[in-house]
């Protein structure tokens, strides 16, 4: 059965409406921060499942939409991210990339050990690690051709598929706990001093917002624009053969935006301060989690089953010991270092959305951290992208 576009979205809204009641109703839901998406997406996965195995009836749905949200998520994103929290978050940046970067071999080459130890060609310990966990589904896609022309796996898509289905469920699961840890026994706070109170994307949201149709006219002005110009900047670097995915593109494009703007038109209230531009970042990333997590089939695991579980179990106690003993550490054992750990998780065994999730979940409940909204996605939508790809091809170039 195929759903149309529009009921796949009405699913969507159905799950996420679904995820809010589970959480509303299971305290440890929300005691460990587990995102509303997650929650009802994975309900609706083993429901559509459990359909298949009793009935044969698989689902599938439409994605165009899906993707849509991806992109405004990330362009509300880029519009809402001010260049001045980048520049605060300088330091926590740089030193996160480089032991981020580092963890991008390290992940490979637990993977290329273990498919050893079943008995596998390496190229298949590459689909194990980097390949879906730090660049999701959409990476597999990308570099499958490329690794099933050096070492000929025949099934390589439908492994990095499943991977990267399974790194999104442990990052999305995984992430708030681990924050919830870190804040409970180093008795984390806020950090009022340095928080930016103009950012307000993954933050509660009152019930006394300014919302009025001026906000939405300039929420959607600001948004279109900031496409358009993610479009044109995707095209060119296809043209100088520099790869980036369109929604790293737009996000780019709506920090240039939100910050030029304002420059030549000082009396424009800029989107970027706007509770409306925050409600349509988190809904869109909502409904995209949803969308996600619902289309997941775990019934399509084969042969390499063992493989793939034996995978995703040390790729998963691996990310959870790096973060806790490195990367929270190494950044200051703050409350800003939980919060961005909750995002690394996510971005490390997933994608960037569902880091985003993450720690929109752990902030909701336990306070704002500008400097996590600001570092988190400028590196997993791009250093992480262009990293991962070129450590790919460095290893690549070893085993050849």
Same mark, same amino acid.
């Given at each position: 059965?195929?759903?149309?576009?529009?009921?796949?979205?009405?699913?969507?809204?159905?799950?996420?409406?679904?995820?809010?009641?589970?959480?509303?109703?299971?305290?440890?839901?929300?005691?460990?921060?587990?995102?509303?998406?997650? #929650?009802?997406?994975?309900?609706?996965?083993?429901?559509?499942?459990?359909?298949?195995?009793?009935?044969?009836?698989?689902?599938?749905?439409?994605?165009?939409?899906?993707?849509?949200?991806?992109?405004?998520?990330? #362009?509300?994103?880029?519009?809402?991210?001010?260049?001045?929290?980048?520049?605060?978050?300088?330091?926590?940046?740089?030193?996160?990339?480089?032991?981020?970067?580092?963890?991008?071999?390290?992940?490979?080459?637990?993977?290329?050990?273990?498919?050893?130890?079943?008995?596998?060609?390496?190229?298949?310990?590459?689909?194990?690690?980097?390949?879906?966990?730090? +660049? +999701?589904?959409?990476?597999?896609?990308?570099?499958?051709?490329?690794?099933?022309?050096?070492?000929?796996?025949?099934?390589?898509?439908?492994?990095?598929?499943?991977?990267? #289905?399974?790194?999104?469920?442990?990052?999305?699961?995984?992430?708030?706990?681990?924050?919830?840890?870190?804040?409970?026994?180093?008795?984390?706070?806020?950090?009022?001093?340095?928080?930016?109170?103009?950012?307000?994307?993954?933050?509660?949201?009152?019930?006394?917002?300014?919302?009025?149709?001026?906000?939405?006219?300039?929420?959607?002005?600001?948004?279109?624009?900031?496409? +358009?110009?993610?479009?044109?900047?995707?095209?060119?670097?296809?043209?100088?053969?520099? #790869?980036?995915?369109?929604?790293?593109?737009?996000?780019?494009?709506?920090?240039?935006?939100?910050?030029?703007?304002?420059?030549?038109?000082?009396?424009?209230?800029?989107?970027?301060?706007?509770?409306?531009?925050?409600?349509?970042?988190?809904?869109?990333?909502?409904?995209?989690?949803?969308?996600?997590?619902?289309?997941?089939?775990?019934?399509?695991?084969?042969?390499?089953?063992?493989?793939?579980?034996?995978?995703?179990?040390?790729?998963?106690?691996?990310?959870?010991?790096?973060?806790?003993?490195?990367?929270?550490?190494?950044?200051?054992?703050?409350?800003?270092?939980?919060?961005?750990?909750?995002?690394?998780?996510?971005?490390?065994?997933?994608?960037?959305?569902?880091?985003?999730?993450?720690?929109?979940?752990?902030?909701?409940?336990?306070?704002?951290?500008?400097?996590?909204?600001?570092?988190?996605?400028?590196?997993?939508?791009?250093?992480?992208?262009?990293?991962?790809?070129?450590?790919?091809?460095?290893?690549?170039?070893?085993?050849?």
């Amino acid at each position: 059965m195929e759903l149309d576009s529009r009921q796949t979205i009405i699913v969507a809204v159905l799950v996420l409406f679904l995820g809010k009641y589970l959480n509303n109703k299971f305290n440890v839901l929300r005691k460990y921060n587990i995102p509303e998406p997650v #929650t009802g997406g994975l309900v609706a996965s083993l429901f559509f499942g459990l359909l298949f195995l009793l009935f044969d009836l698989d689902i599938k749905f439409a994605t165009h939409y899906r993707d849509i949200l991806l992109i405004v998520f990330f #362009t509300s994103l880029g519009l809402s991210t001010k260049i001045q929290s980048i520049v605060k978050g300088g330091k926590i940046l740089l030193i996160l990339t480089v032991f981020a970067i580092g963890y991008i071999f390290l992940q490979n080459y637990m993977g290329i050990l273990l498919a050893k130890l079943f008995n596998y060609n390496p190229g298949m310990g590459l689909l194990a690690g980097s390949v879906p966990l730090q +660049g +999701g589904h959409g990476n597999v896609v990308s570099f499958v051709p490329v690794i099933d022309e050096q070492f000929s796996i025949s099934n390589g898509m439908e492994i990095g598929m499943i991977m990267a #289905t399974f790194g999104l469920i442990a990052g999305g699961i995984l992430g708030g706990p681990v924050a919830k840890y870190l804040i409970k026994k180093y008795n984390l706070k806020p950090d009022t001093e340095t928080e930016d109170p103009e950012i307000s994307i993954g933050r509660k949201h009152g019930k006394n917002l300014t919302i009025d149709y001026n906000s939405i006219l300039k929420v959607i002005i600001m948004i279109f624009l900031s496409v +358009g110009g993610g479009i044109y900047l995707h095209e060119f670097l296809d043209y100088v053969n520099f #790869t980036l995915p369109m929604f790293a593109t737009c996000m780019l494009s709506g920090v240039i935006l939100a910050w030029i703007v304002p420059l030549i038109i000082p009396k424009f209230d800029c989107a970027g301060k706007s509770p409306t531009l925050a409600i349509t970042s988190d809904l869109s990333l909502g409904l995209f989690l949803a969308m996600a997590m619902m289309s997941l089939k775990f019934w399509e695991i084969g042969e390499e089953s063992l493989f793939i579980i034996a995978s995703i179990l040390l790729q998963t106690i691996a990310i959870l010991l790096f973060t806790v003993f490195v990367i929270f550490r190494v950044l200051g054992k703050s409350y800003a270092s939980a919060v961005i750990s909750a995002g690394y998780i996510g971005s490390a065994m997933g994608a960037t959305p569902t880091a985003m999730a993450n720690m929109a979940a752990v902030t909701k409940e336990h306070g704002p951290s500008a400097i996590a909204f600001a570092v988190i996605p400028i590196m997993g939508a791009f250093i992480i992208q262009v990293s991962n790809a070129f450590v790919l091809n460095i290893i690549l170039m070893i085993m050849g």
